[in-house]
């Protein structure tokens, strides 16, 4: 495994976690679940371009989703 792949999983997991907690917080699914899928998805990704866009789209998903809900 990469080490880049460890500390950007690692990252992103910390932020979900945040995430995951200040949803729970204020009752808000979209925070909370978007947390969640932070926390998960980078079990499932191979390379650190990746890792880093799909995090990036996840943590910007409750600003998105606010905007237009």
Do not use: C, D, E, H
Request: proline fraction near 4%.
């Amino acid at each position: 495994m990469n080490m880049a792949l460890i500390l950007w999983g690692l990252l992103f997991s910390s932020i979900g976690f945040v995430y995951f907690v200040y949803g729970k917080k204020r009752q808000n699914l979209v925070i909370r679940y978007t947390g969640v899928a932070l926390i998960v998805f980078p079990y499932f990704i191979k390379t650190p371009a990746m890792l880093v866009l799909i995090g990036l789209l996840l943590m910007a998903l409750p600003k998105i989703a606010s905007r237009y809900y």
